[in-house]
């Protein structure tokens, strides 16, 4: 079993930058690849971002490249999502996901069963 525990969550205007973490605990061995779903009200479940720091490989929804970067510390098992250029429609909660391949991620729907509690973003006009 993993564990996830997001952060970094809060009010922010837009145009504002945030950075949300994933602390990760368990059995991340097999699990190295670690990604960012949103949902926001009345919206399916969306894939933002992932990585996989070892092999330096990451993926991102067309909508926030160029805005978010996604990265990892492997020695602490944490992801982070540094959010740039913030817009209103980011505005969602933040799920972070663990999987062993960062296409496991990108698959739709995603192929983990590894997800946190959510955090929630929120960008004012």
């Known amino acids: 079993q993993v564990q996830l525990v997001e952060s970094g969550g809060g009010l922010v205007q837009a145009g504002g930058s945030l950075r949300l973490s994933c602390a990760a605990s368990?059995?991340?061995?097999?699990?190295?690849?670690m990604g960012w779903f949103r949902q926001a009200p009345g919206k399916e479940r969306e894939f933002v971002a992932a990585?996989?720091?070892?092999?330096?490989?990451?993926a991102y929804a067309d909508s926030v490249k160029g805005r978010f970067t996604i990265s990892q510390d492997i020695a602490r098992n944490t992801a982070y999502l540094q959010m740039n250029s913030l817009k209103p429609e980011d505005t969602a909660v933040y799920y972070c996901?663990?999987?062993?391949?960062?296409?496991?991620?990108?698959?739709?729907?995603?192929?983990?069963?590894?997800w946190g509690q959510g955090t929630r973003v929120t960008v004012s006009s």
């Open positions: 990585v996989r720091w070892s092999i330096r490989r990451t």
């Open positions: 996901a663990a999987a062993e391949f960062v296409a496991s991620l990108t698959a739709v729907p995603p192929r983990t069963n590894y």
């Open positions: 368990g059995r991340t061995s097999n699990n190295n690849a």
